[in-house]
């Protein structure tokens, strides 16, 4: 195994590209937004977009142009629609931010700053972001500021959502991190110790966020990455995770009636129907029904972004009825097509790069069961929207063996 060390600027970029992640998505308590701090993220990161561009001579693969053009064309006529029967522009902002997204991920991929192994870049990265939400969720949730008119952190409130509109959004960001940890557990096993605490002070931040549908998703992208990684043979890596499991049941144990609150666990196994699906199953149902009954046109092309809210004043709390009103057949079909690239990219009997492509993988499948709660692809700024461009980038341009080097940090 080869050991690498970072240049000074390396270990610089590194530490910028999770506050880059970060800063676009910070949009306080209650959903109220600075669009003065929102833009100057934005132009952060299109800034550091072209800086790599044009610094490194960065030639993008044709396929990633494909999906590129792909994200373009899908959103394209929704955004047209959406300006016609509801007067709204924020199709124009979606369609930015998704393709900004997509782009900045394809351009990060190819540059040679760390030696050009792609998924210990993305993971490294998005542990980095985890980590730092994390810290930012206690530092607010212990002392609640305000800053440029935004509100960080509820007085009072129980759930830890850091920087964030809400504590699900603040859970992303750390089962992000927490999934890229358990990649880098099998990269580098020189550094087990540091990734288990890592592991254990992300999952405790996750557990703290109280949200069920991103601890159901995170559970099930592990499993994923366990299967196509083939991690159950490895024994360092169970040893890890055991050793996550006893923390978890401590925590369990220790703060129950803390979890009880944070989970709803009485209501919950009451049967509840507010606590079991937050009256979801009611919206869903209607959405369905109100799709089955619009023309050919809005069937296969949506009926607009921001469709769905503008017809019924209610979020789809799901990015599969999202797309499908929103983007239409179309937008769906290429998003799954993508989930499904991904899936025979990762069962594919690959040595080499199993781990990356059980990554990548595990970041889509993250994405996309993250849906089944909370829209994610083709919406504004979250961390599962990252996740899932992240991971189809990492799918796509991978041909490497990713565990044979090592880069030493520290």
């Not at 676009?24 to 109220?32: C, L």
Request: aromatic fraction near 16%; hydrophobic fraction near 55%; include cysteine.
């Amino acid at each position: 195994m080869i050991k690498k060390r970072l240049r000074p600027v390396d270990k610089l970029t590194l530490t910028l590209l999770p506050l880059l992640y970060i800063a676009p998505t910070i949009s306080g308590t209650g959903y109220v937004y600075n669009q003065t701090l929102f833009y100057i993220a934005n132009l952060a990161l299109i800034l550091t977009l072209l800086h790599h561009k044009f610094k490194n001579r960065v030639r993008l693969r044709r396929r990633s142009y494909i999906i590129l053009f792909g994200i373009f064309y899908t959103m394209l006529v929704p955004l047209l629609t959406g300006f016609v029967l509801n007067s709204t522009t924020v199709g124009i902002n979606y369609l930015f931010i998704n393709c900004l997204i997509y782009f900045f991920f394809a351009v990060l991929l190819q540059i040679k700053i760390v030696i050009g192994w792609e998924s210990w870049l993305i993971a490294v990265t998005f542990m980095g972001a985890g980590l730092l939400s994390t810290v930012l969720g206690i530092v607010f949730f212990l002392w609640p500021t305000e800053i440029a008119g935004m509100l960080f952190g509820r007085p009072g409130y129980f759930r830890m959502q850091g920087a964030f509109s809400t504590p699900n959004r603040f859970a992303e960001s750390v089962a992000v991190g927490f999934l890229s940890v358990l990649y880098l557990l099998n990269y580098d096993k020189k550094k087990t110790a540091k990734y288990i605490l890592s592991a254990v002070f992300l999952l405790l931040g996750l557990i703290w966020s109280g949200s069920r549908g991103v601890l159901l998703a995170t559970f099930l992208a592990t499993g994923f990455y366990m299967l196509f990684s083939r991690s159950a043979k490895k024994k360092p890596f169970v040893a890890s995770l055991f050793a996550l499991l006893i923390v978890v049941v401590l925590f369990t144990v220790i703060f129950w009636e803390l979890l009880q609150e944070l989970l709803q666990v009485e209501r919950l196994l009451s049967g509840d129907p507010a606590v079991v699906t937050s009256n979801r199953t009611d919206i869903w149902r209607i959405g369905l029904d109100q799709i089955m009954n619009k023309n050919i046109f809005l069937v296969i092309f949506g009926s607009g972004a921001n469709g769905f809210s503008q017809f019924f004043g209610n979020d789809t709390h799901s990015a599969q009825l999202y797309l499908l009103f929103d983007y239409g057949i179309l937008g769906f079909t290429f998003v799954t097509l993508l989930l499904v690239f991904v899936f025979v990219a990762a069962a594919k009997k690959n040595k080499k790069n199993r781990n990356c492509l059980a990554y990548a993988g595990a970041l889509v499948v993250f994405s996309y069961t993250r849906g089944f709660t909370m829209p994610t692809v083709y919406t504004g700024f979250n961390f599962a929207s990252y996740a899932f461009w992240a991971g189809i980038l990492l799918a796509l341009c991978n041909r490497y063996g990713a565990n044979s080097v090592v880069h030493r940090i520290f």
